[in-house]
């Protein structure tokens, strides 16, 4: 069973420590459970959370990052959704 999604305007990375082992966040433009979205979602570690940011543009979903994290580029073999993963 899939967990509602809770959805937040940006990240605090000192909730991001207590609640993970180590936070990743991963862009996605229109993923399929939000089409035409930008989705920023939390990961702990290898395991995704149901903790997301939604934004119209990308510029608007980064500014849900925080200031502790910086982005990442895509990687070539990455889901062709994924934009970048912020660490």
């Known amino acids: 069973m899939q967990m509602e999604d809770k959805v937040v305007k940006s990240f605090d990375m ?24 930008y989705v920023a979602r939390l990961w702990d570690v290898d395991k995704p959370t149901n903790m997301v940011a939604i934004a119209e543009s990308l510029e608007e979903i980064r500014e849900a990052k925080p200031p502790e994290m910086m982005i990442m580029d895509r990687m070539p073999n990455d889901d062709p959704v994924i934009v970048e993963t912020w660490i």
């Open 14 to 37: 000192n909730s991001l420590i207590k609640i993970t082992r180590l936070p990743l966040i991963c862009i996605y433009n229109s993923p399929s459970d939000y089409p035409g979205k």
